[in-house]
């Protein structure tokens, strides 16, 4: 069994920087990719930025240009997300997730942690 474990959320205020961290803790192994994905009260999760094992990334249309995918090549099941250029509506809870070899899906996830931005 896996643990992912999201880190680096907090409150900030529009136009800031946050950093967010995952890291894994059992039996890791290599993902084909991690991902993070958030979801604000009353909406459905929605998936943020993806790193594959090629170092592919991709971005929703609404976090391009302002947040950073990036992962430890040193560590498995590692993911950070660099956000700047914060805005109210990043607020939510923010999840990585980790996708097993073979799998079409992210099949491990974290607790989440809250990023607030406030106007």
């Known amino acids: 069994q896996v643990q992912l474990a999201e880190s680096g959320g907090g409150s900030v205020q529009a136009g800031g920087s946050l950093r967010l961290s995952c890291s894994a803790s059992g039996r890791t192994y290599r993902p084909v990719a991690m991902g993070w994905f958030r979801q604000a009260p009353g909406k459905e999760r929605e998936e943020i930025a993806t790193i594959n094992i090629y170092g592919r990334t991709t971005y929703a249309e609404s976090v391009k240009g302002r947040f950073t995918i990036s992962q430890d090549s040193a560590e498995y099941l590692s993911a950070s997300l660099q956000m700047n250029s914060l805005k109210p509506e990043d607020t939510a809870m923010y999840y990585c997730?980790?996708?097993?070899?073979?799998?079409?899906?992210?099949?491990?996830w974290g607790p989440g942690t809250q990023v607030t931005v406030s106007s």
């Open positions: 997730a980790a996708r097993r070899p073979l799998s079409p899906f992210f099949d491990d």
